[in-house]
């Protein structure tokens, strides 16, 4: 089929380069109501997607349409004369699509070899095994395995092939007591098969279902230390990050620069240090190659608090003048800090376990949302809260901030499991 779709787009005189993109994906999937299957089901099927580009008036315009694997190369003729006359009103500045590059990878998953329906079940056995409790209840349970094989073709020869893997797990716990049933959510995502971390997951958030059921509303008017843990602490970093991406700094939107610090030059708390890599034993998002079919290497980019690189996509990169764009890079490193949860625990605090969903904005600084649930220690005794919203400036905050000892591994991300927030405002 590429070849197919290549000789047409090479028989249009108005098309000066192209990029095509095939995903074949192969899933089984389960939904459960209880412990009840409700639903099976099993997909195999490969979509393209194209991008057409057409060079005039120094500017180099695109446009991207998908193609069935059922078109007609009549239909597919007619894609490509409508995406050249859509990317003639496109005014990108010019600029070179990647070449080819040679690479190996090595992104083996304990799924690879057989067949996806022969784990499926194991899946669910391992969800189910961490449903004992009387009082508490997974409600409702969708399972997703997914294997995809990606390829992507360029006009300056690049032709490169990889697969992955994604596990993906939703539960809704419920947790019934004398007043009320409470429920949580929770998405475990993985590359491979861990049935035991998928137990421990299901029974931590279970548990924390039972808390939330005991929560009580939050002491008004208070100030205090903050606890942040894995998801909340990854957008942390991953903002960071994300200010040193190339089209921020192209957009002259960046904070950061080059040489200096991304934090103060009067930092008391631990300095921020990340690295960006292809690889991430378990990350669903790792990949040898990015949508362009740039390789991809692993690059440190905040080192003890100094910005050390930008990184980013091929365009933005030509654009800057960057010989060799480094590509977008999907996993995130950060360096573990120099205190221990039970440390952390030691002062009052508030430790925030389940959000609505938390904000992070590098820009205005704005950090905070709505939890669902913390543990509060007030020096004395900690109780389950509920109820209340965290607020703060991640400008004030950041000279000051303490990561844990402790780390943990995420889809996507490896670094500190804990954050310690001095003083900040509850609302």
Known sequence: ?????????????????????????????????????????ATDYTEYSVTVYRDFNNFRGSATFSVAISATDQEIKKKIEEAVYAASFVENPFFELPKKESF??????????????????????????????????????????????????????????????????????????????VELYKAIEMSELNLDKIT????????????????????????CNIILQEEEVESIFQGFAQDLHYSSAYRKMSLSEVGKSVQTDEVVGDKIDVSLTPYLAGSTYSKPVDDDGVVLKEIKIIENGIAKNLYGNNQTGFYLGIKNPTGNIP?????????????MQKEPHIYCVSFSGMQFDLYSGFFGGEVRLGFYFDGKKTVPVTGFSISGDIHEAKKNLVFSKEETVRNGYKGPKYLEIKDMQIL
């Open 1 to 41: 089929m590429i070849k197919r779709i290549e000789e047409l787009l090479k028989a249009n005189k108005d098309v000066n380069a192209y990029r095509i993109t095939e995903k074949h994906n192969e899933s089984v999937e389960l939904f459960y109501v209880l412990k009840k299957l409700e639903t099976n089901r």
């Open 200 to 223: 421990s997951d299901v029974k931590d958030i279970l548990l924390l279902a039972k808390e939330r059921s005991l929560a009580v509303a939050i002491p008004a008017n208070l100030k």
């Open 331 to 343: 996993n995130v490193i950060a360096k573990a800090g120099t205190k221990s949860f039970s440390e």
């Open 104 to 181: 190996s990878y090595d992104y083996r998953s304990n799924l690879t070899d057989k067949p996806l329906v022969s784990f499926i079940n194991q899946v669910a056995d391992a969800v189910f095994k961490a449903d004992i409790h009387q009082d508490g209840w997974i409600n409702s349970t969708e399972i997703f395995l997914h294997r995809i094989q990606s390829t992507i073709v360029n006009s300056n020869g690049i032709e490169a092939s990889y697969e992955n893997h994604k596990v993906m797990i939703e539960v809704i716990p419920t947790w019934k007591n004398d007043n009320e049933e």
